[in-house]
C-alpha cells in the first residue's frame, strides 16, 4: 500500500504474523495531518497478501528483498518505521547504509525473554498471547483470538514457524551500537511482549537516539492507539 503526498518516502514495516493492514489508521492520520510525506506499507513476504513460498525464512532475507523493493521504487535511501520483526529488519536496512532515519518500535531484534507462545494452539493460548500484546480489553476477546488462530494456519503457520526456528542470530549490542541514523524509539508503557526495560537499553545503545514511551498500550501502539502513535512520530517524521 501507498499513500499521501509526494516527499520524504517512509517504508512502514510490520511485524511477524501481521500484515500492512497493521498500519492503516495511522496512514490515515498521516494523509489527513501531514505534507511532503510519502508512506510505502508493503506485506512482508510469507504475511498478508503476499506469496508464501516453502523457504527458509528469516530477518536477513526479509531485509534484502525489501532493499530491491525499494531500490526497483526508485528509493537508494529512505527512512523507515519498524514494528517488532520489522523493526529488527529496519535496524539491518539502517546498518547496510540504505536509511536516512529511522524509528523503531517495540523491538524484535534482540535476544528476548520468555514470553507467552508465539504460535497458540488453542484459544486459551491465543489469549495469552492477546494479553501480552495488547492493553485494551478490546483487543483481548475470543472472537480476536479465534481470527488471530485462523491466520496461524496453512501457508501462514508455515511462514510463523520458519521464523520461530531459524537459526538466525540476533543483533548483538555491538551490531546496535554501530547504527548512526537518527533513531526514534517508541515502546508501549505495557508491552508484555518485550519489556519496556529493553526498549531503554537499546535507546542507550543507539548514539543520540530519542525515545517515546507511550503509556497505557502494549506491543503494537499504532494499532492500539493510532492517534497517539502519531502524535509521537510525526514531528521525526516530517523534520529528520
Known amino acids: 500500500m501507498e499513500c499521501c503526498s509526494e516527499g520524504k518516502p517512509w517504508l512502514l514495516l510490520h511485524g511477524l504474523a501481521g500484515s500492512s493492514a497493521n498500519w492503516l489508521k495511522f496512514m490515515d492520520l498521516v494523509e489527513k495531518k501531514l505534507d511532503g510525506i510519502h508512506l510505502i506499507a508493503p506485506d512482508l513476504l510469507g504475511h498478508g497478501e503476499s ?11 526479509e531485509a534484502s528483498i ?17 514494528n517488532s520483526l520489522g523493526e529488527w529488519i529496519a535496524m539491518l536496512l539502517s546498518l547496510q ?3 536516512e532515519a529511522e524509528i523503531l518500535v517495540d523491538s524484535g531484534g534482540m ?16 489469549m495469552a498471547l492477546l494479553s501480552k500484546i495488547f492493553r485494551a ?13 485462523s491466520g496461524r494456519s496453512g501457508s501462514k503457520g508455515y511462514v510463523l514457524q520458519s521464523f520461530l526456528r531459524s537459526e538466525e542470530r540476533y543483533l548483538s549490542w555491538e ?17 508484555g511482549l518485550i519489556p519496556l526495560q529493553l526498549g531503554r537499553l537499546l535507546a542507550s ?17 499504532m494499532i492500539e492507539d493510532p492517534e497517539g502513535f502519531f502524535i509521537a512520530v510525526s514531528g521525526w517524521m516530517k523534520y529528520s
Open 175 to 191: 551490531d546496535i551500537s554501530r547504527i548512526e541514523v537518527p533513531t526514534l524509539i517508541v515502546w508501549g508503557s505495557e508491552d
Open 111 to 126: 535476544r528476548l525473554p520468555t514470553v507467552s507462545p508465539l504460535d497458540p494452539k488453542d484459544l486459551d493460548e491465543a
Open 205 to 221: 545503545r543507539i548514539r543520540g537516539s530519542k525515545m517515546i514511551i507511550l503509556n497505557g498500550v502494549g506491543h503494537e501502539p
Open 137 to 149: 480489553s478490546s483487543w483481548k476477546t475470543r472472537e480476536v483470538a479465534s481470527r488471530l488462530m
Open 66 to 82: 525489501m532493499s530491491d523493493f525499494m531500490a526497483n521504487l526508485g528509493y537508494d535511501r529512505f527512512s523507515v518505521i519498524g
Open 97 to 99: 547504509g540504505r536509511v
Open 51 to 61: 506469496s508464501a513460498p516453502k523457504i527458509k525464512y528469516s530477518a536477513s532475507l
